[in-house]
């Protein structure tokens, strides 16, 4: 569904990704990991043609460059890590841009649209704050009014970042349960996580970044060593397996 | 009857029909008084009924009298006409820009238009023997060739900065042509006059064929941006958000920078700069009925025709026969209008 081969980024100065390749099947869920500033957000922002790039990214087997802007939103819908709430935007005038890319330039919102949202809102529980101003959500709330949003794009591909950066323990779980609840419609997700446990409970394949790079890739069980996690994270842990999975824990020096 | 279905899917809110019909009713008012309030004073009736004996084949007859109807309409309606056509591109114009920049403190002087604008009239005026007519040719000029330096300008920093960069070069251009338009007017004190009554702004002198000349551009650029309504709503998730939604915002930023940039050079042509009310009349409008572009876009354009119209008939009777620079009534009326506004919407939203 996704692939990404030797794709470079530079940003300025400095080489945000240096000859990254790695794909994503059509339904699997992918999370790409690893420390700041490796360059997991810019995989996403590359693959959504907001940065540019050299290599070559395929997105549903067409390259993602051939793709108009409308196209690439139809195709892959993001959740930002810190999405913007103007003011004045009720959550279901907000889940209605998600229709954006079938609307045109200067055209209205179409009763399928109306009811696309509407089919959004419902799927995330969100009927009763329908009404409500985005910027009156709680943390947790707008999560799930950012998820209807994009969910409303009717892409086949969803791309997370960072998607449980401003939420609780319990808030975090309840979304990764969600966006997991949505794979049931054949849902490919790209993922960036920074909590390694959840990352490797939730995500079928995991891609480990460091400075631009794909350092190892694949099943949870085996990227999650002790030996890469120690060394791509300079951090000192003990990482536990059981039937329940893996588990990173952080050990005091 | 048969009943609505039950899911007819979530609606944006857009303009309340009330608040559309509220304001439609202020611009026909103002109209009515701007058309009827001077030192010979018309009912609204008067005013109505003269207006449909001049349709062809009504045969309706108007109570006026020769002079009335002269004054009427080759005097007041001219003026009323411009001071609605400037009036409601300055706030739809300022309504947009402050859209598509994400700014609510941008007028549409933001990419030096003002500026621009009083060069091109200062030039004409200072070295253009007399010839009156050229003013508003020269100001719009000088206000597209300054919108598009400071676009250029703006550009240039690099698509990831544009929107913090095209404000600087808006202020840079501005910098720039101001001191050029100060040194030249320095230079000929004989013409200060002139210069500074086109700098302060206002309809005294506005005719059908001002009318003529402005509407077109002020027509085409608020068909324009009034489609752009929704487009500006989305653009206000930000530049990165908008895009991954598939709206190419370059070209959207570009197409309404253009159309409000044309229709406002054409209103600061044959009515001089007036201030305040690309920011007051799209505020007003978010404080009272949505911050949704969709509400404000429209709004403003109807709102600023008939704040203007208002404005111009108060900078024309408070001091009769003496005219008050409009600019001065705007900021005068506006700023305690605005303020109260500001303390009422306290809490809400």
């Known amino acids: 569904m996704i692939e990404l081969h030797d794709v470079s980024v530079r940003l300025g100065d400095t080489q945000a990704l240096d000859g990254v390749s790695f794909s994503v099947a059509s339904g699997e869920w992918v999370a790409a990991i690893g420390p700041n500033g490796a360059g997991k957000t810019t995989a996403l922002r590359a693959l959504c043609g907001l940065v540019d790039y050299s290599g070559e990214i395929t997105v549903d087997g067409r390259p993602a460059r051939s793709l108009s802007r409308r196209e690439l939103a139809r195709l892959a819908a993001l959740v930002p890590q810190i999405p913007e709430t103007p003011p004045g935007l009720t959550v279901g005038e907000y889940v209605l841009l998600g229709r954006t890319p079938y609307i045109g330039y200067f055209g209205a919102e179409s009763r399928d649209d109306r009811l696309a949202a509407q089919r959004a809102i419902d799927r995330l529980e969100l009927a009763p704050l329908a009404e409500r101003f985005l910027t009156s959500l709680s943390g947790g709330e707008l999560q799930r009014a950012v998820l209807a949003r994009a969910l409303a794009q009717d892409a086949p591909i969803l791309l997370l970042d960072e998607p449980t950066t401003a939420l609780d323990l319990g808030r975090q779980q309840q979304a990764l349960e969600l966006v997991h609840g949505l ?13 390694l446990t959840l990352a490797g409970q939730y995500a079928d394949r995991l891609v480990l970044l460091d400075r631009g790079g794909v350092v190892a890739d694949g099943p949870p069980d085996e990227v999650l060593s002790t030996a890469n996690v120690s060394s791509y994270y300079g951090a000192s842990v003990r990482v536990v397996r059981d039937e329940d999975g893996v588990f990173v824990l952080p050990v005091r020096r | 009857m048969i009943a609505e279905p039950v899911q007819a899917g979530v609606r944006a809110r857009g303009v309340a029909p009330a608040w559309a019909l509220c304001t439609v009713v202020f611009l026909v008012a103002s109209l009515l008084v701007g058309l009827g309030v001077g030192a010979i004073g018309i009912s609204p009736g008067a005013i109505v009924v003269s207006a449909l004996a001049h349709v062809p084949l009504l045969h309706v007859h108007s109570s006026l009298g020769n002079v009335q109807d002269a004054i009427l309409w080759q005097l007041r309606a001219p003026r009323v006409v411009v001071a609605a056509l400037v009036g409601g591109m300055l706030a739809i114009a300022g309504a947009s820009y402050q859209g598509v920049f994400r700014n609510p403190l941008v007028d549409p002087y933001l990419l030096g238009v003002a500026a621009g604008a009083g060069l091109g009239a200062t030039l004409v005026i200072t070295y253009g023997h007399a010839s009156a007519q050229l003013v508003p040719i020269a100001a719009f000029a000088g206000a597209t060739f300054a919108a598009i330096c400071s676009y250029v300008l703006g550009r240039s920093a690099g698509p990831a900065r544009t929107t913090g960069a095209l404000v600087l070069a808006g202020v840079t251009v501005t910098a720039f042509l101001t001191s050029v338009q100060t040194f030249i007017q320095q230079q000929r004190t004989d013409v200060l006059r002139n210069v500074y009554s086109f700098i302060l702004g206002g309809f005294a002198t ?17 068909i324009v941006l009034v489609l752009h309504r929704r487009v500006l709503d989305v653009l206000a998730l930000g530049d990165e958000e908008a895009a991954s939604l598939g709206v190419n915002v370059g070209r959207v930023r570009l197409v309404v920078c253009a159309a409000a940039t044309a229709g406002t050079a054409a209103a600061v042509a044959v009515s001089g700069l007036i201030g305040f009310v690309g920011i007051i009349v799209p505020h007003t409008i978010r404080l009272l009925v949505s911050t949704s572009y969709r509400a404000v876009v429209p709004l403003s354009l109807l709102a600023g025709a008939g704040f203007l119209v208002l404005t111009d008939v108060i900078a024309r009777t408070v001091l009769s026969p003496q005219e008050l620079p409009i600019g001065v009534i705007t900021a005068f009326f506006g700023a305690p209008f605005f303020a109260v506004v500001l303390r009422r919407s306290r809490g809400r939203r």
């Open chain 1, 183 to 195: 794979r049931d419609a054949g849902l490919t997700i790209l993922s960036t996580m920074h909590d």
């Open chain 2, 206 to 222: 506005a005719s059908w064929h001002d009318a003529a000349v402005a509407a077109p551009y002020i027509g085409v650029s608020s």
